[in-house]
T-cell receptor
Framework: DTEVTQTPKHLVMGMTNKKSLKCEQH?????MYWYKQKAKKPPELMFV???????INESVPSRFSPECPNSSLLNLHLHALQPEDSALYLC????????????????FGDGTRLSIL | SQQGEEDPQALSIQEGENATMNCSYK?????LQWYRQNSGRGLVHLIL?????REKHSGRLRVTLDTSKKSSSLLITASRAADTASYFC??????????FGKGTRLSVIA
C-alpha cells in the first residue's frame, strides 16, 4: 500500500470525453507532482505544485489542466485527449525544495492507467 | 541534458547473486536518488546520496557516487525474486525538478 492514493486505477475514454484524475496524500507534503510514463520509459514530469501554487509546467498541452484545491489533493483534468496520451499517469508528493533546501524524496501513488480510444 | 542513463538496460541474475546497476549523468548535481518500480506500480524511493557523499548503505543496498566521473552505482546484495523490478536513478541540481534516467530492468530468477 502507498501513502499517495490515486483514482481511478484504470480509465478508458474517448477523444471527446472529459474526465479527471485524482490524487490524495495525508503526509503533510506541500509539493505535489504529475508525471506521465510510457511503457518501459522513465517518468516525465508534467506539473509541480508547491504550497498549492503551480510552480512548474513542463510545456504540457492545454488539454491537460491541473488543479490543487488544497494541500492534500491534486487533480488532473483531461479534455479532448489524443491516442498518444495513453500512458500511466503518476502522482507524487514530497516536502518542497526551496533555496538552501535540497530536493526531498518523492512518494508516488500507483498511478492511473489511461487508455484513449 | 541532465538526464541520467543507467546501464545495463536489462539484467538477469540468479537468486542469491549480487546485482550492480550503474547511472551516468552529464551535468553537475546536488543529489542523486535511486527508485524502484515494480510492474504496474508507482516508484518507491530507495536511497538519496548528496553530492558531497561517496557511499551510502541501506539494508542490502549500497550506493556509491563518483562526481568526478559523473556516475553512481547501486548494488543489491543477496538478491531475491522480490527484487525483480525496474530501477531508476534521478538527479537534481538543487532547486530543480528531478530528472529520471532510462532505468535498468532487473530480473531475479528463483
Amino acid at each position: 500500500d502507498t501513502e499517495v492514493t490515486q483514482t481511478p486505477k484504470h480509465l478508458v475514454m474517448g477523444m471527446t470525453n472529459k474526465k479527471s484524475l485524482k490524487c490524495e496524500q495525508h503526509m503533510g507534503h506541500r509539493a505535489m507532482y504529475w508525471y506521465k510514463q510510457k511503457a518501459k520509459k522513465p517518468p516525465e514530469l508534467m506539473f509541480v505544485y508547491s504550497y498549492e501554487k503551480l510552480s512548474i509546467n513542463e510545456s504540457v498541452p492545454s488539454r491537460f489542466s491541473p488543479e490543487c484545491p488544497n494541500s492534500s489533493l491534486l487533480n488532473l483534468h483531461l479534455h479532448a485527449l489524443q491516442p498518444e496520451d495513453s500512458a500511466l499517469y503518476l502522482c507524487a508528493s514530497s516536502h518542497p525544495s526551496s533555496a538552501g533546501h535540497r530536493n526531498q524524496p518523492q512518494h508516488f501513488g500507483d498511478g492511473t492507467r489511461l487508455s484513449i480510444l | 541534458s541532465q538526464q541520467g542513463e543507467e546501464d545495463p538496460q536489462a539484467l538477469s541474475i540468479q537468486e542469491g547473486e549480487n546485482a550492480t546497476m550503474n547511472c551516468s549523468y552529464k551535468t553537475s548535481i546536488n543529489n542523486l536518488q535511486w527508485y524502484r518500480q515494480n510492474s504496474g506500480r508507482g516508484l518507491v524511493h530507495l536511497i538519496l546520496i548528496r553530492s558531497n557523499e561517496r557511499e551510502k548503505h541501506s539494508g542490502r543496498l549500497r550506493v556509491t557516487l563518483d562526481t568526478s566521473k559523473k556516475s553512481s552505482s547501486l548494488l543489491i546484495t543477496a538478491s531475491r525474486a522480490a527484487d525483480t523490478a525496474s530501477y531508476f536513478c534521478a538527479t537534481d541540481r538543487g532547486n530543480t525538478p528531478l530528472v529520471f534516467g532510462k532505468g535498468t530492468r532487473l530480473s531475479v530468477i528463483a
